[in-house]
């Protein structure tokens, strides 16, 4: 492809973007294909010579997008959301177009001055302390919150075994490392639990309240127990808004109990973080200063395109001594001096995108004020959804509606009502018809999930679209409850 080529088409990719996300809503929010069904429609064998780029176009309208789940659409509801907005969306086409590769600061001095600066940006816009971006502190983008949790638990780790060998330097690190525990709760992400893994550290699951939250007493009693068994509890997550519910944990509790033990907490906020760019959202986030790191996903609910996770740390020395090698060849003069700092000493990887550069066309193109709105459309639209769910009588809640997810389940007296004969289970045949629902919803135009709480099926609706409105959410209720009228039908249930 020379020059010329590209420019065409890199424009019809531009017209083909904007038509793609201003008719997203009228798309089956799904694909109807079948596993394998790409292995059909493709040649095996790579080509021998240069193909006509029309084609592979061709190919990507005609196979590729018959294969898509379309995110962005105000008829998805699974999950959360992942980002999007053209500012974004320019900032990976600048960003493709320098492909550089900015893991240190001599690569490209902007790549890490952009970033120190929007995440400072960032940082003011969430209300996080300065603790976490000055001085000791660094805010520095991840790929994900998984590979955050596990920078912030090996530098944990690091400053754990360090400390021990401070007051015992016959302290074998290797040994030590046998006795450390993690922390998270019944209802953190698995990446926490993951992280443990990949490292070979011991993780205990805490129990949750009824309403999904991790208390303080509950993680003072484990250390407790944990001690006493020879253990060393060093690290633990608290969540502000769990992946099956959106709940909070009692941050401030567990933040002030970790700090009593010398535990390390950190603040897993993938999701509901994005929230705290308006200020009526932080009253629920007590506590979050006091932690000593902090995460959010600005590609789940802030505009900006996958990936760009902020890991906020307030001792990133810890982190630097875990991970940072500098072989000769990576040594220059304003590193030697001290003057700079390498990127890629804050990461597994050594290679880095530009991601700041999406962040900072996000957030200028926006201002605070237009983020706020698109936080706070979200919520006018999940209100308006609940109080379809509730005037309609035969759904519960299920969680406490904080943010823009609403957990629902027909309430176990409906399906009795529908069943045949009254079932000797009546949980398990609510879990029964709430299964079926999500089947026929997700058949029906609307993709959503189900979860599991304490035992319970829980239908989860996330209204956080790039293009979700009223309409598609009157849509989403409309799906809802036209399928909850057929299971409900006294044949089937
Ligand atoms: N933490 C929470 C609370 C999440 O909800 C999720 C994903 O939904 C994650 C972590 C994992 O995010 P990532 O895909 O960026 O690793």
């Known amino acids: 492809m ?21 008719n997203i809503n009228d ?58 907005s053209y500012p974004s969306l320019l900032g990976e086409i600048y960003t493709a177009m320098l492909a550089t590769n900015g893991f240190n600061w001599l690569n490209g001095p902007a790549i890490t001055e952009l ?44 400053r754990t075994i360090k400390a021990l060998q401070a007051k015992d330097p016959s302290v074998d690190p290797w040994e030590a490392a046998t006795k450390l525990i993690v922390y998270a709760s019944d209802q953190t992400h698995s990446c926490t639990e993951k992280a443990a893994k990949i490292m070979g550290l011991r993780f205990r699951a805490l129990p949750t309240d009824d309403t999904c939250v991790l208390k303080a007493e509950t ?12 253990l060393v509890p060093f690290f633990v997550t608290a969540t502000f808004g769990t992946t099956s519910t959106a709940s909070i944990d009692d941050i401030p509790g567990i933040v002030d109990t970790a700090r009593h033990f010398g535990i390390w907490s950190h603040i897993d906020a993938a999701y509901a973080g994005s929230a705290l760019v308006c200020p009526e959202f932080r009253s629920l986030a007590g506590g979050i200063n006091g932690a000593d790191s902090f995460n959010v996903n600005l590609h789940k609910w802030l505009l900006v395109h996958f990936d760009c996770t902020c890991l906020y740390v307030k001792d990133k020395q810890a982190l630097k001594d875990a991970i940072a090698i500098t072989p000769s060849y990576q040594q220059y003069k304003e590193l030697i001096s001290g003057a700079v ?42 209100t308006h959804f609940k109080s379809q769910v509730e005037a309609d009588g035969r759904f519960e809640i299920m969680n406490k509606v904080q943010f823009n997810l609403i957990c629902i389940r027909i309430k176990p007296e409906y399906c009795q009502i529908a069943a045949a004969s009254p079932a000797a289970d009546p949980t398990a045949l609510a879990n029964l018809t709430n299964s ?7 058949a029906s135009g609307v993709f959503l999930i189900k979860s599991d709480l304490h035992g319970k099926v829980i239908i989860r609706v996330v209204i956080g679209s790039f293009k979700s409105d009223m309409l598609s959410t009157d849509f989403i209720w409309s799906v809802i409850k036209r399928c909850t009228d057929e299971v409900l039908a006294p044949t089937i249930c």
């Not at 971006?133 to 590979?147: F, H, K, L, P, T």
């Not at 079926?436 to 997700?442: A, E, S």
């Open 115 to 158: 970033e120190y600066l929007t995440m400072e940006w960032m940082a003011k816009m969430l209300g996080l302390d300065a603790a976490y971006y000055s001085g000791d502190g660094r805010g520095i983008i991840q790929g994900s919150a998984s590979e955050a949790v596990f920078m912030t638990i090996v530098a944990a780790k690091n």
């Open 27 to 84: 798309r089956p929010v799904r694909p109807a294909v079948e596993p394998n069904y790409l292995r059909d429609l493709l040649p095996q064998q790579p080509p021998a010579k240069p193909e006509n780029f029309q084609t592979v176009i061709d190919d990507f309208n005609h196979v590729i997008m018959p294969g898509m789940t379309h995110w962005h659409s105000g008829k998805f509801c699974a999950y959360y959301p992942t980002g999007f």
């Open 436 to 442: 079926r629902l999500v089947d026929l919803i997700n």
């Open 2 to 22: 020379n020059a010329e080529e590209f420019r065409k088409f890199a424009h019809e990719a531009v017209d083909a973007a904007v038509d793609y996300m201003e």
């Open 219 to 230: 993680l003072r009693q484990a250390v407790d127990e944990d001690q006493a068994q020879g």
């Open 341 to 382: 700092e390498n990127l890629c000493d804050y990461q597994i990887s050594l290679g880095r995108r530009f991601r700041a550069l999406k962040v900072w066309f996000t957030i200028r193109s926006y201002g605070i004020s237009g983020m706020q709105k698109f936080i706070r459309g979200h919520i006018d639209l999940i």
